[in-house]
DNA sequence: GTGCCTTTGTGAAGCAATGCACAAAGTCGA
DNA sequence: TCGACTTTGTGCATTGCTTCACAAAGGCAC
């Protein structure tokens, strides 16, 4: 059995500190707008909504980039961060599935200002098709391997409706995409190193009501039966 | 020091597990539209994408609604774990921000086949108070509390620009509401008892860039150091 | 009934993340 | 140069989650 050692630069970061990392990475650009040369793990944690020993146990994965006596020169701890992440480099981003919500994300400026490109617009839907969105024509859906391939697309958005997910998924798989963000409410079936993210407001709103749920009634236990007239 | 003893109905349901509650809960409507009556752990596992014992591990949380031999009445599972995420009940949610954002989830179906019912969109911009989305008239964000007061809103969206999205939170708290859902690529600033969950488009895309950027170049360390220039 | 087969529910072990607390490393004023 | 002060980086204990593996429970055929 093989145990890895912990090397003093050791390149597998935690998923939980990747996933702060962003997190960070916005807290530090508000403060580089503010003109803040230097922050304490104290500081930049409580921008972040995180604790001060997290924060530094985070970098801490990454190398040694703080001063002790006097925090973390806030532009070189971007730099490092960006470059961890790969923001450093530009991605091409392809949305498959141009309804509401692709338009949305189409629109969200919050990608460009990253190293994100949105490289493509695709819709199965010929109404859709040829429309203009920020800056885009919406190609039609049977372009996908050809877009993905020509414009070196790296990672896909799926936006379509659940029917077509998996579809599209196997497809951008098949032209070798390994990092989709997904939309639709359903579990893809991915290969060993395909990397899917889900974002499922449904879900979302399942988890706060549970927990709205629980204020509300916070020790009574209610009935636990069926509702008259059910049979089990 | 007290250490609470495990009760055979403890009510503390593990966080990881209300997360995947709603999976299973989609899983197992697919399967009764199907007609499926049981579900083995197995089967049901493999269908929300988890393993089985995690799978059986969370349901023994609710209960032990399963029979041995056979598995889990699909109907029954989806009752009780309605009931558990308060879904039986039906909730008023207010979507504030009615940008390509807010439209796509005031169009978003999936709300309302759960508990979920939109009872207000607002928005501060007038050219878009008066709109007709989804069946609703936008209101303006100065109706914000009597909304909230008066509908009985208990769970309010945030999709807001970020600039805005501290004040609105501030005021819907201030107006009773305890569970935020934040599209903003802010972190919220909330007194205990209230509950944000957050989505966020852009550090999904970033988190999915390291993944990306770490198949690319397997094991070679790339340089560490500044781009040629920078000055420390 | 009885015995075999399937599947649950759950102790227990293993693993990952969190948070504490402090030594080490640095700054800065005198 | 020195000593006081600040803040990082990290070892360690703790907590929480996951996974394994199996006894207990129930169905079903005969």
């Known amino acids: 059995m093989i145990r890895r050692i912990p090397q003093a630069r050791d390149r597998g970061i935690p998923d939980a500190t990747v996933a702060r990392l962003p ?14 040369a230097t922050v304490s793990s104290e500081d930049l944690a409580l921008a972040a909504g995180v604790n001060s020993a997290k924060l530094r146990k985070d ?7 703080g001063t002790r006596g006097v925090g973390y020169d806030v532009q070189y701890l971007i730099y490092q961060i960006s470059r961890e992440l790969g923001l450093t480099q530009d991605w091409a981003v392809a949305i498959v599935g141009v309804g509401n919500l692709g338009r949305a994300l189409a629109n969200y400026g919050g990608f460009a200002s990253r190293g994100f490109r949105i490289a493509g617009l695709l819709d199965a839907d010929p109404h859709v098709v040829g429309d203009r969105i920020a800056g885009l ?11 993905i391939k020509k414009r070196g697309v790296s990672i896909v958005v799926i936006a379509t409706p659940a029917t077509s997910a998996q579809q599209v998924c196997d497809r951008v798989i098949a032209a070798g995409v390994t990092s989709i963000l997904n939309f639709a409410p359903v579990v893809l079936a991915v290969p ?18 549970f927990h709205e749920q629980r204020k509300a009634n916070g020790g009574p236990i209610m009935a636990e039966e069926w509702p008259d007239g059910v049979v089990m």
């Open 59 to 65: 970098l801490s994965h990454l190398g040694s980039y």
């Open 137 to 147: 024509v919406v190609e039609h859906a049977d372009e996908l391997e050809s877009v």
């Open 192 to 209: 060993d190193g395909v990397d899917v993210r889900k974002v499922d407001l449904s879900i979302e709103l399942q988890i706060l009501a």
């Open 23 to 36: 997190l960070y990475l916005r807290a530090l650009n508000g403060m580089a707008e503010r003109g803040t």
